[in-house]
């Protein structure tokens, strides 16, 4: 499947239809007395990279959020489990687990057909329905001259899935910037100011709609829920958009820009922590097998300077949203068995970013015979013909969304951490110099386990001050919660690595690299949290299933530090949803 949707710049995903009730493809019976006005079909779930796939299950798209409670009711009588969805893109179980049967009394609710409708509240406040696209969001902002500091590349995600895990994107700020009313650097969770969900009301023992100010020690526990509890609205704090300049490089070695702090490599002013400082945004994505990533970094910049490329829309990386033809017959030649090809294929990627950001071939004409000829003449004009992409400028959106659906899909592990913004660099140093290790000792021994590529980025923290809502806190499950024990850490590095799904030895790999993490962020100069939506809990054979993460570290992590944290999230949701409609067995294992 993956080769094909590799092929099909993942058009292939897109185009699965739906079953209806009297179809005669339908799998069982319908779940019976459902409210009226309730339509029920089957669809196959599937997450972005295919990892989770299910039989066909028992879906709705509720027209109204009194709909979603009048569901919750039934279901706790049914004795069934409502679970939220929207694009699915995301890697872990949080939605269902893969090989849900049909037979399972879990009925989707899809949330982004109808629950979609967003409006200003005033000047800074947004009023948006969770089912509503990001791409959606900030283009509604972007028409009013409103934006966000930082968002998640994607624009594919519903603003309730955001949510649920701690959506962010890269941003802290610059040294001598002046953050701006509305921006917050952490989760976009942590710009809610109200929330409205969906609860049991213990007078009636109904499930009902409930407004919970952000200022209610409750709504912690609802901005990160894991899918935990249902959100039908939310008003969220912005600011004035901003105009930034994107600039792409790619001249810089790894063992230069993640050179330990202290060292030669890094005394010539481009290390991470340098350009994190100079420009307060910053990515790096660094292709398996290569010597030099792809940096990029945002800078506000009122006024276009005269070198870069004005934008008016975001996805600005054609190369890498519509995957060219010779990177996704590579890439189905990888998932097709010849794992060995795992070099050749991030050399490609790494080749074909550098000719469509800046032009340059003369890595391709120094490039060994079979890369050489991956690239023919008409790619190599089909990349150039698209323009220069290295120094960018535009509205906030334009530049802060640039993963389209039709990129390749490739599963992500992912881990925050906290950090003192003075020794950012060392963190990123220790992290890049163990992955190194660990890549080479896998080839070494024939195995090829990664063939994507590592990134990296930067946030700040959850300040509850950047909601604008007196007595608010940050959200408790946020893996960019505060550590009331270490206020030094004020810096989260986000580490991801991305690989196909199914390839041979990815899971040990991971699993060694999670133990190294757990070791050298322990909490004594770092800590180490999970990303939500990604991997995370390895075992030499599969993610989110070591049991030591799942019971101890994970709840540990959030718990560390004193003060609320992991048991009160639990308890609040608890509380609010005492039958767990709203919970998976996953969810049940986890969060007790």
């Not at 185009?15 to 779940?31: C, D």
């Not at 709705?60 to 694009?87: K, M, N, V």
């Not at 009636?204 to 935990?228: I, M, P």
């Not at 850490?489 to 690299?513: E, K, M, V, Y």
Request: hydrophobic content about 40%; charged content about 20%.
């Amino acid at each position: 499947m993956l080769a094909a949707s590799a092929a099909l710049g993942g058009a292939g995903w897109l185009l699965r239809g739906t079953v209806g009730v009297e179809s005669a493809q339908a799998v069982g019976s319908a779940p019976p007395g459902l409210p009226a006005g309730i339509t029920p079909y089957q669809r196959v779930f599937e997450n972005w990279a295919g990892e989770i796939r299910t039989d066909q299950l028992w879906t709705c798209a509720p027209s109204t959020p009194e709909q979603i409670a009048q569901l919750a009711d039934w279901a706790r009588s049914a004795g069934w489990r409502l679970r939220a969805q929207g694009h699915r893109h995301g890697w872990a179980p949080l939605t269902v687990a893969d090989g849900t049967p049909a037979s399972a009394q879990v009925l989707l609710v899809d949330t982004s057909q109808y629950l979609t409708g967003m409006s200003l509240v005033d000047s800074s406040t947004v009023r948006v329905q969770t089912g509503a696209g990001m791409e959606e969001l900030l283009g509604f902002l972007g028409q009013r001259g409103l934006g966000v500091a930082a968002c998640p590349a994607p624009g594919d995600l519903t603003v309730g899935g955001v949510l649920a895990i701690g959506g962010h994107g890269t941003a802290v700020p610059a040294t001598g910037e002046t953050p701006r009313p509305g921006h917050g650097y952490g989760t976009l969770s942590n710009q809610v100011t109200s929330l409205t969900a969906v609860v049991r009301d213990p007078a009636t023992d109904h499930y009902v709609l409930r407004t919970f100010d952000r200022s209610e020690a409750d709504s912690a526990a609802f901005l990160v829920n894991l899918g935990r509890a249902f959100l039908t609205e939310v008003q969220l704090r912005v600011g004035a958009d901003q105009q930034l300049r994107c600039l792409s490089r790619l001249d810089i070695p790894a063992t230069e820009l993640f050179a330990a702090p202290g060292s030669a490599a890094a005394s010539g002013g481009r290390t991470w922590a340098d350009f994190v400082n100079r420009d307060g945004r910053a990515e790096a994505i660094w292709f398996v097998y290569t010597a030099n990533p792809w940096l990029k970094t945002w800078h506000v910049t009122p006024s276009r300077p005269f070198a870069a490329r004005a934008v008016s829309e975001p996805y600005n990386y054609p190369f890498s949203d519509n995957v060219p033809k010779p990177v996704a017959e590579l890439a189905g030649q990888l998932v097709g068995g010849s794992w060995s090809l795992a070099p050749l294929f991030g050399q490609l990627q790494y080749l074909v970013a550098t000719i469509g950001l800046t032009g340059d071939l003369t890595d391709v004409l120094l490039s060994g015979g079979l890369l050489r000829d991956l690239l023919t003449g008409d790619i190599l004009t089909h990349l150039l013909a698209d323009g220069l992409r290295s120094d960018l400028w535009g509205a906030s959106r334009h530049l802060l969304q640039y993963v389209r659906p039709t990129t390749l899909r490739v599963t992500a592990n992912g881990y925050a951490v906290l950090v003192r913004r003075a020794d950012l660099q060392w963190a990123v140093s220790e992290f890049t110099r163990y992955y190194q290790q660990l890549v080479a000792e896998y080839q070494a021994r024939g195995e090829y386990p990664v063939n994507g590529a590592v990134e990296v980025r930067t946030t700040g923290l959850d300040d509850p001050a950047s909601s604008g809502v007196p007595g608010a806190r940050p959200p408790l499950l946020s893996p960019l919660r505060p550590r009331q024990d270490r206020p030094e850490w004020d810096t989260a590095l986000w580490l991801d690595i991305l690989s196909f799904p199914n390839t041979p030895g990815l899971h040990r790999f991971c699993r060694d690299l999670e133990g190294f993490l757990q070791r050298t962020f322990d909490g004594s100069r770092a800590g180490l949290r999970v990303e939500w939506s990604k991997g995370w809990a390895y075992t030499a054979d599969a993610a989110w299933a070591d049991p030591d993460m799942l019971g101890r570290v994970i709840p540990d992590s959030l718990r560390a530090g004193g003060g609320p944290g992991w048991d009160e999230a639990v308890a609040t949701l608890d509380r609010h949803d005492p039958y767990r409609v709203f919970g998976n067995p996953f969810l049940d294992g986890l969060l007790r």
